[in-house]
């Protein structure tokens, strides 16, 4: 899909969200500084095909890319900045309401890279941190940002020399590519308030007084993911995305540098509509080890059991166990009301920082085992059988797992999902690309109402 929609970057330097008085040395500065921004891509040696930890990260099966420039001279530090994005291509889409996109920034002045210069990425609002890092000694930033679909616009920040400066950056179309973000600066560097010494400033710093982390991440960044199965596979499902129900959210703690230190996840059985039994999992990439420690608990939220665990090579766990025993209704039928399943917490300490991009999509490989007829359950877009096919893809172009956020309410028993939501065959069968907020719209007679 080429896409000829010019995009226009603006960017602008105001007064920093926060004022932060120990940021801004106001000594004389009375030379003008010049800024500017590159943002290229660069995914190029990222081969899907080849390696499918990494295949999420790429979509450039008729994928295409797009620049554009911007620059402000009308304020204390002028500067300007050019953005090259790969955009969405054909053929890409898995069903995903939510879409991960790498971005690589690098700060430059005259004089070259920009060590230590703060580099924030937030919501349109400004309300939620996407992603944190400070340059690297050549002046390099690496990072991830997780949003809903419909999500257009996230906005960098740059903190240097005591301002802030703001670069909008349309997300539109930027689905599952890589972005690389290239700054260029020249300013001396501020003093901070800096008492770990990580390079984050003590009233940003998520963790002051630990250098190995600087900031926690929530994804998604307020509430829950649903994820909803269908346990019929290999035989196409009834459409009702309520077998296996469960809702997650994920805290990722980054180092200075932007990498995972710690992940928490948390998971909860929602909903069973199945008379066959379940087990939930979860792996993380191949190359991903550490240590992990996973805590069940029942309904109401007493421990049953704890475990430590290691994780290495993809070895996958069991997050909860067979489902007839993890929730006591099956939240799909008229006249039930919502009961609470049992849940689980696990936390992932790796043996070396991880970089996001290496890490993956939130909720990562999470599937169910179907004990009646043994078959996983993955989502689609992560297993290809030989002739290159999606190996969880149904005949009809189905998925048998589907991530929602957490307003979603599956439908009930004998309802199925394009009852419940009306809109939903627009998204899928235009791809993605319309109705993407399908998932707003339901149809209360067909849907559980679990909130
Ligand atoms: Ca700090
Ligand atoms: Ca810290």
Redesign the pocket.
């Known amino acids: 899909m080429q896409l000829s929609r010019s995009q226009v970057y603006t960017n602008r330097i105001m007064e920093p969200v926060r004022k932060k008085d120990t940021m801004r040395k106001a000594t004389g500065r009375a030379g003008r500084l010049l800024l500017s921004l590159l943002i290229v891509t660069g995914v190029a040696s990222c081969n899907s095909s080849e390696d499918p930890n990494l295949a999420w990260l790429v979509s450039l099966d008729g994928g295409s890319s797009q620049s554009s420039t911007g620059q402000s001279t009308s304020t204390e530090i002028p500067f300007s900045y050019t953005i090259d994005n790969i955009q969405q291509g054909t053929g890409d889409f898995v069903f995903e309401t939510n879409k991960s996109i790498p971005v690589e920034i690098l700060v430059e002045d005259p004089d070259g890279g920009v060590e230590g210069t703060r580099v924030l990425i937030r919501d349109a609002n400004g309300e939620r941190v996407l992603f944190r890092a400070i340059t690297d000694a050549e002046g390099n930033a690496t990072g991830v940002v997780t949003v809903n679909q419909d999500e257009q616009t996230a906005v960098i920040e740059v903190e240097y020399n005591g301002q802030t400066l703001y670069v909008d950056l349309d997300i539109t179309d930027v689905v599952q590519t890589t972005v690389t973000l290239v700054i260029r600066v020249r300013a001396d560097v501020s003093e901070v308030a800096d008492a770990?010494g990580?390079g984050?400033p003590d009233d940003e710093?998520?963790?002051?007084?630990?250098?190995?982390?600087?900031t926690m991440v929530r994804v998604p960044a307020e509430g829950f993911y649903r994820v909803a199965y269908e346990d019929l596979y290999p035989k196409r499902g009834d459409a009702d995305f309520n077998d296996y129900v469960v809702q997650v959210y994920h805290e990722q703690d980054l180092n200075?540098s932007g990498k995972l230190v710690e992940l928490r996840s948390y998971y909860a059985h929602i909903a069973k509509g199945a008379g066959y039994d379940h087990t939930l999992h979860l792996a993380l990439p191949d190359v991903v080890s550490g240590e992990a420690t996973l805590v069940r608990k029942d309904a109401s939220g007493v421990e049953l059991n704890s475990e430590n665990l290691s994780i290495s090579s993809g070895n996958a766990i069991e997050i909860l166990g067979r489902s007839s025993n993890t929730i006591s209704s099956s939240n799909t039928d008229r006249n039930q009301s919502f009961v609470m399943g049992h849940s689980a917490e696990l936390t992932f300490l790796p043996d070396a920082p991880v970089a996001l991009q290496t890490l993956g999509k939130a909720p990562y490989d999470l599937f169910i085992k179907v004990l009646n007829t043994g078959h996983e359950i993955h989502f689609a877009g992560r297993y290809f059988a030989e002739d290159g096919s999606d190996q969880y893809i149904d005949s009809a172009g189905f998925p048998w797992a589907l991530m929602v956020p957490d307003y979603w309410q599956w439908p009930y028993e004998r309802a199925n999902i394009h009852d419940g939501y009306p809109a939903f065959d627009d998204w899928y069968l235009s791809a993605g690309t319309a109705s993407q907020n399908w998932y707003d719209s339901p149809v209360a007679d067909h849907v559980f109402p679990a909130n």
Not at 205 to 214: E, F, G, S, T, V
């Open positions: 770990d990580d984050i710093d998520d963790y002051p007084q630990d250098p190995d982390r600087a200075a």
